[in-house]
């Protein structure tokens, strides 16, 4: 059987463990590729509330496997404190695997993580503060600590004293920070090691073999594509690539292999941290939205900013991922409005512009031109049938599918697994 991925279309917070504990009853294995804790998906299920930085969100349902790729960064610390908190809460977590190729967030990589956000001043990226860049860009300068070398111990002393020198020349010279002890730091690994050691597999082959034996894989992404290192309002993003492309490279997983690709929006747009979002709102209209959604990131408990649905942004997710089908997300929360408005294009410069532009600049001097629908009075609020949908909330959903180009496949009117309308079957 195929894999299938569910990717956020948007900043990230687009609902995508919902999504995930929804199909994941109907999967053999849930699968993170990107990311590290700088996520956090929340799940709401017959269990209980789950908030989720690391482990997969389908571990709620029995014998769903959660691996989590190579193109993961861990840290340890917090994936062992999440593992415990949901094992007692009654969630078997033995059926969690960890590549061994996976990076590790190391102590370093957290403390540089705030010296570089408090040195960029006024151009701070708003990161979560968990290491997520410092690590990767350790991953990408050849100077990572994997998981596999925790478990190698006369390897890893000398690695890891290497990468420390360096490290606390940059943390007291450039920043004016404290040094890291050598001992404190291996001190850690040592029992990373111990704890890391029973869940280290050669993920890619497991992948393979769950494949080969017909079982159904869904790969969850983290963050969004706007956040994409590559694709994303760069430098205002993550380190890693939420987006397809890094679903493949984040696994050691084929392209063939993939199936299906959901799109997973909310009907209204958000973001955390700085940089430009056009169709962002100011007034009123913003605090009752977040107010309402408890538009609160997961992680830092930062207030996320609040914009209206971007069609602009909707048809390049689209176009970078090549959607099979979408999922719209807090529907529920436009209830009440007496209209709804859609971003259909830019303006700027003067002339209108149909495509998300590359420049990060010129993204921040684009003024949205909307589009005003009327709303809905009847709630949406927990509906499970599309015939349940005012005829507003409908034509809603239906210019939104015109805009990014793809069709709706699920729609969320509430937080739990229940408030979910199937409008049509993704595993096909
Ligand atoms: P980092 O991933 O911690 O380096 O943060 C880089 C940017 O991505 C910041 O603007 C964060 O707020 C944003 N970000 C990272 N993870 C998430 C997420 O899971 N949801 C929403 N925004 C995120």
């Not at 990076?103 to 370093?108: D, L, T």
């Not at 649905?309 to 979408?326: E, P, R």
């Not at 909330?393 to 199937?422: D, F, H, M, N, W």
Request: charged share 20%; glycine share 12%.
């Amino acid at each position: 059987m195929p894999a299938y991925a569910v990717i956020g279309g948007q900043w990230g917070d687009e609902g995508k463990g919902k999504v995930i504990d929804y199909l994941a009853g109907d999967v053999d294995s849930v699968v993170r590729y990107a990311g590290g804790n700088n996520a956090g998906h929340t799940v709401v299920n017959d269990k209980g509330t789950f908030q989720l930085h690391l482990v997969p969100a389908g571990i709620c349902w029995p014998n769903v496997y959660g691996i989590i790729g190579n193109g993961v960064v861990v840290d340890p610390d917090v994936l062992v404190n999440e593992l415990a908190e949901i094992a007692a809460r009654g969630i078997d977590t033995s059926k969690l695997y960890i590549s061994e190729r996976a990076h590790v967030i190391m102590p370093y990589h957290i403390v540089l993580d705030h010296l570089e956000e408090e040195a960029r001043g006024d151009a701070a990226i708003g990161t979560t503060g968990r290491g997520i860049g410092p690590a990767y860009v350790d991953k990408t300068g050849r100077a990572g600590i994997r998981v596999g070398d925790l478990l190698d111990w006369d390897a890893l002393v000398p690695m890891v004293e290497q990468t420390l020198k360096h490290k606390n020349a940059l943390i007291t010279k450039i920043y004016g920070g404290e040094p890291l002890a050598l001992d404190d730091v291996l001190a850690k690994c040592r029992i990373w090691a111990d704890q890391l050691a029973p869940f280290a597999k050669p993920t890619e082959q497991l992948i393979q073999d769950l494949l080969a034996q017909g079982k159904r894989v869904l790969l969850e992404g983290a963050q969004g594509t706007l956040l994409d290192i590559d694709h994303g309002s760069y430098p205002y993003v993550t380190s890693s690539s939420p987006s397809i492309g890094g679903a493949c490279t984040g696994l050691g997983l084929n392209p063939q292999a993939i199936k299906g690709v959901l799109g997973v929006f909310k009907a209204y747009s958000t973001r955390v941290g700085g940089g430009p979002m056009p169709s962002e709102i100011h007034d009123e209209e913003a605090s009752v939205i977040r107010e309402k959604a408890q538009e609160f990131g997961v992680t830092t408990g930062r207030a996320r900013r609040i914009g209206w649905f971007d069609g602009v942004a909707g048809k390049y997710s689209q176009l970078v991922n090549g959607f099979t089908g979408l999922v719209l997300t807090r529907l529920d929360i436009l209830d009440g409005f007496k209209t709804v408005k859609v971003c259909v294009g830019y303006m700027v410069n003067g002339e209108r512009l149909d495509r998300f532009p590359a420049n990060t600049g010129l993204l921040a001097r684009c003024e949205p031109i909307y589009e005003e629908l009327p709303g809905w009075d009847q709630p949406t609020a927990s509906a499970t049938k599309l015939s349940q949908l005012p005829d507003n909330a409908l034509a809603y959903v239906k210019r939104i599918e015109e805009l990014v180009g793809c069709r709706v496949q699920i729609i969320s009117t509430g937080p739990s697994r229940a408030e979910t309308i199937q409008v049509e079957p993704v595993f096909t």
